[in-house]
């Protein structure tokens, strides 16, 4: 069968992605010269970011290649977002490689193959397309994930992504041969007029929930967030907090939408998935005093979050309630907020952490409030949006849930998440403590009106993390994080209104 | 695009006022200083120009700001003042100024910060006293959380960390169920305009509400009030809190962030579920009144002068929870009345601690002694000030206790009785430590060079006395302002719970307000 053009356009945002992924591969061996190979990497992401909105000026929404895609405003959400996911990596990761003296073309090579992957993911109609889509984000993210392969940390994490990846995207893939054994089909719009009663399907979806369970680092299959997101050079474990999880997400929600019969079965399963994993992260988080790590649990905990707004989805749909839309919207929201305040936090933590990423631990970031007011006050921020506080987008997110979780009736679960809120903000607070309340060497001797304040004030940053300034890409990403953590915190209309449009996910 | 309000002037002013500060150069102290002195009494002055604009004796809001915020779901940015909110804005665009000026020469290190943060503070509590949509009102609740925590934990003294922390956790712990319960009751009404959401419970019109449900959703807010008031036994962070953070901290935090608490239940809690807010009644009472005595006895034991400062807050806002709590006009008007006599006096009675401790870096009460003789203009003002806590007539304490007094004895005998030891008591432990501090023999040597208040001191002193005594002597000028709209909050109370209203008819029928006229 020859592909219409309008199917070559519909996927033509992962075509530029591959595109790119594999000249960089051409050009490792031409230039070693890194500034040009960020700028080949930049205009890659940036152009297939903007091929989605180029597709639906051209051609519209609708399926592609006899409906293993299904290009609507919901995957064009997912692909804007997962691009500016992979923009912002691709500009913090430019200084991180050349601090780290790691190779760029790989590396940037890896990203895109990931962010087509995930790409692929987020607008897949059948089952074994979204399980390539899966396939082409996991491998990459392995590689990425044990890019610093002289660290030990590194390697580690990349093994053991790899090890427990490679059995959940097993289980993933036993769970679709079940559901293809009962109902005869892998696609999603066909499977919703197929015979869903039977012991079997239910296996299968359950297998299928492991799978995508694993992906966004939900307990009970969360064992290895903390340490792969520890392990991974920073700009890839702010890739995969924020992408892959939108990704998997993505598509969890397609399966609700397109297979509104699947959902009641799985309503239990999430509750008690939210509820686990929300505590699971927090409780975990409380008790880190390494930076990163800490910000992986919390990861964790927000995944917990938005599996709040699944079991709301669930809830609505199994009783075939209103306001599943609103739920959607939830979803959405959050992981745009998340993604943004994320990518942010870990591109400070990667940049402070100096050569090696030495300084992560609580300690380091003592007296960063004086020392880099500007940086500390961005990190404060992405901090109180993970917290939920008004006039970040985080808020929003969490309102929203909450709002989803109520209007499902589901009270318990919403006490649930505001007592973890709570936890959450007690660690997120402590590090907003450290960097602004407690004392450095430094203030006790201004404070004294010591003659040695210059030589305290180089002690202290001898101890702390350096004080180099932050090069400009980093510094784009910030402004660009903070910019949006604040509009989305102030004017969530726009977004709210896309989201919320009617025809979201086509059929 | 419309000219901004009045409200929203008074809002957003002191944000600008704050980004105008952070343009300034960190080390330029002096000029950082008097900006926000200029800005804050700006900011004041903008706030009298509210007065004119609050009919008498008419309830309802005024100088109404409506605009639609969010599309989905509908969130308005809606403001508007009544008799009640009008003085607590007054009272906080006051206590700033005050605020700065007790900073004057006390904060030395992040000066700008400070004083940021200070701005930033007023623009959270002023948003909550004129929000009249839910979620704007906790919208600023939340705001308002994290320059008082940065105000405690980078200015405060030896465990500010630790006070900082407890002051984030205890208030979000309530607010974020105050979240759950906002959103809940949205889904019952469909929307999160008070207003609006009152009108229907008055017509009728709203929803059934099962005495569960209003019971759970009374709670999601009374528990976050009560955190932030506080009421017994949810006080344990307030004492940390106010003696950690530094004077100014503490006069902004007892003068009107605790009366955010006590105003969240007059404009949410009563008027909303009424019949919750009833069968609540003696247990509210009951905690108010074990607060009341709880507070003052505790008080009586303090060997730090500014823990005791701090746990009379918790008697005397017990004080103001009975008052609201009895359901009578009279102790209604008492409450409101005693929210600002409260901000005045504690308020005074920190900056007065605050100039001790400037001097001698110390709270205890075992450290001073004799203060009278070398410092005979601050002894003076902080005796004024002192009665004027306790409640001596005249001055401001006196008329807004005995309001509360009267009005709950009318309702409920009983409880008057217990909360009228709250009074004595506080006589007890101001006077034992006044005398401690001020009278004998000066017993510590450094204390006999101890300078007296300097004029700044003075001017401050001066203003807060002239308040007290103005509060104490003229306060029908406050509560003819404010006798429309309490009466209002008890009648929205009577008509969505026609059954109560037959129980009590003296509770409508008092219009008699004899210690006003």
């Not at chain 1, 474990?237 to 892959?244: H, V």
């Not at chain 1, 297979?259 to 079965?265: G, I, K, L, N, S």
């Not at chain 1, 390494?290 to 749909?317: C, D, E, P, W």
């Not at chain 2, 403001?79 to 700065?100: A, C, K, M, N, R």
Request: aromatic content about 12%; proline content about 4%.
């Amino acid at each position: 069968m020859i592909p219409r053009p309008e199917d070559l356009i519909r996927v033509l945002p992962e075509t530029i992605w591959c595109i790119f992924g594999v000249l960089m591969m051409l050009m490792q061996p031409m230039t070693r010269n890194r500034h040009v190979l960020s700028f080949f990497a930049i205009l890659g992401t940036i152009l297939g970011t903007s091929a989605s909105i180029y597709a639906y000026q051209t051609v519209g929404t609708g399926p592609a290649f006899s409906q293993l895609i299904q290009f609507d405003a919901f995957s064009i959400f997912f692909h804007l977002l997962i691009g500016l996911v992979s923009i912002l990596v691709v500009l913090a990761a430019g200084p991180y490689l050349e601090r780290e003296n790691l190779e760029s073309a790989e590396f940037f090579a890896l990203v895109l193959f990931a962010t087509a992957g995930m790409g692929v993911l987020s607008s897949a109609q059948e089952l074994l397309t979204a399980f390539i889509g899966l396939e082409m984000s996991s491998i990459s993210s392995y590689i990425l994930a044990g890019y610093r392969r002289d660290t030990i940390k590194s390697s580690e994490s990349a093994m053991k992504y790899f090890l427990l990846g490679s059995f959940a995207t097993a289980f993933f893939l036993y769970g679709i041969a079940l559901v293809y054994g009962v109902t005869g089909t892998t696609n999603l719009t066909q499977m919703a007029n197929a015979d869903t009663s039977g012991n079997l399907i239910k296996l299968g979806l359950a297998l299928i929930l492991i799978g995508l369970g694993f992906k966004v680092a939900a307990a009970p299959f969360q064992l290895w967030t903390p340490d792969v997101y520890e392990g991974a050079p920073t700009p890839v474990t702010a890739l995969f907090s924020a992408g892959p999880k939108a990704a998997t997400f993505a598509l969890m929600l397609r399966i609700f939408a397109t297979v509104p019969a699947a959902t009641h079965f799985w309503f239990w399963a999430f509750w008690i998935l939210a509820a686990l994993t929300m505590f699971v992260g927090n409780l975990g988080a409380l008790v880190q005093t390494n930076v990163k790590r800490m910000l992986a649990y919390s990861s964790i905990a927000h995944a917990g979050y938005i599996l709040v707004a699944f079991a709301a989805v669930t809830y609505l749909q199994g009783n075939s309630e209103t306001g599943g839309a609103a739920a959607y919207a939830a979803v959405l929201f959050y992981l745009l907020s998340y993604a943004l305040v994320k990518l942010g936090a870990f591109t400070i933590i990667g940049q402070l952490g100096g050569a090696g990423e030495k300084h992560l631990s609580l300690d380091d970031y003592t007296g960063l409030g004086r020392r880099q007011p500007v940086v500390a006050a961005a990190l404060s921020l992405f901090l109180l949006s993970l917290l939920g506080l008004p006039v970040t987008a985080g808020f929003f997110g969490k309102f929203y849930v909450f709002k989803a979780a109520v209007n499902s009736h589901l009270i318990w679960l919403a006490v649930l998440m505001a007592v973890n809120s709570i936890i959450g903000a007690y660690y997120y607070f402590r590090l907003i403590v450290v960097m602004y309340m407690r004392d450095t060497a430094a203030d006790t001797a201004h404070d004294a009106h010591s003659d040695h304040v210059e030589t305290t004030l180089a002690e202290a940053a001898a101890t702390g993390a350096p004080l180099t300034p932050f090069p400009l890409p980093v510094n784009i990403v910030l402004f660009v994080s903070a910019a949006g953590t604040v509009y989305f915190g102030l004017f969530p209309n726009q977004v709210l209104h896309f989201v919320l449009q009617s025809n979201l996910l086509g059929k | 695009m419309p000219l901004p309000g009045l409200l929203s002037v008074l809002i957003f002013f002191p944000a600008l006022g704050a980004l105008a500060l952070l343009l300034l150069r960190g080390d330029d102290h002096v000029w950082i200083r008097r900006l926000s002195l200029t800005i804050s009494i700006v900011e004041f002055i903008f706030s009298l120009l509210l007065i004119p604009k609050v009919p008498l004796g008419v309830a309802g809001y005024s100088l109404v700001e409506y605009y639609n915020w969010i599309a989905v779901p509908p969130i308005h940015y809606h403001l508007g003042i009544d008799g009640i909110s009008l003085f607590l804005v007054i009272l906080t665009t006051f206590l700033t100024p005050i605020s700065v000026l007790a900073s004057w020469s006390s904060i030395n290190h992040r000066v700008k910060e400070f004083f940021v943060m200070l701005l930033m503070l007023e623009v959270g509590v002023i948003g909550v006293f004129v929000s009249l949509d839910l979620f704007l009102f906790f919208l600023f609740w939340e705001v308002m959380l994290i320059p008082m925590a940065f105000l405690i934990g980078i200015w405060g003294h030896e465990r500010r960390i630790y006070a900082a922390i407890k002051f984030v956790l205890y208030t979000m712990a309530g607010s974020i169920l105050m979240l759950v319960g906002i959103i809940w009751l949205y889904n019952l009404t469909g929307s999160f305009d008070l207003p609006k959401i009152q009108q229907a419970l008055q017509d009728g019109r709203l929803f059934t509400l099962t005495s569960q449900q209003e019971m759970l959703l009374f709670l999601a807010f009374f528990g976050a009030f009560a955190i932030k008031v506080p009421l017994f036994p949810l006080h344990t962070w307030l004492p940390d809190a106010h003696v950690e953070a530094p004077t100014a901290g503490s006069v902004m935090l007892a003068g009107v962030l605790l009366k955010m608490g006590t105003y969240g239940m007059i404009r949410f809690c009563l008027p909303l579920f009424p019949n919750a807010a009833h069968k609540a009644a003696p247990w509210v009472a009951a905690l108010a009144i074990v607060g009341i005595i709880y507070g003052a006895l505790v008080s009586l034991v303090q060997p730090n002068l500014k823990k005791l400062v701090a746990y009379s807050s918790v008697s005397h806002l017990g004080f103001v929870v009975l008052g609201i709590f009895a359901f009578h006009n009279i102790s209604m008007q008492g409450a409101v009345y005693q929210m600002l006599a409260h901000g005045i006096s504690t308020g005074a009675l920190f900056l007065l601690v605050g100039m001790l401790y400037d001097r001698r870096h110390t709270f205890e009460i075992t450290q001073f002694g004799g203060l009278a003789t070398p410092m005979p203009k601050l002894a003076a003002f902080f005796l004024f000030i002192a009665l004027a806590s306790m409640g001596l007539p005249m001055l401001n304490g006196f008329v807004g206790e005995f309001l509360i007094l009267l009005g709950t004895f009318q309702t409920h005998p009983s409880w008057a009785s217990w909360a009228a030891l709250g009074v004595i008591l506080s006589a007890c432990y101001l006077l034992w430590a006044y005398q401690r501090v001020f009278f004998g023999e000066v017993t510590v040597e450094k204390n006999q060079t101890l300078p007296d208040a300097s004029h700044r001191e003075i001017g401050i002193l001066v203003t807060m006395a002239v308040i007290t005594l103005w509060m104490g002597i003229g306060s029908t000028f406050f509560t003819h302002r404010t006798a429309a709209s309490s009466q209002n909050i008890l009648d929205q109370m009577q008509r969505s719970n026609p059954q109560e209203a037959n129980l009590h008819p003296s509770v409508i029928n008092s219009v008699e307000r004899p210690a006003t006229r």
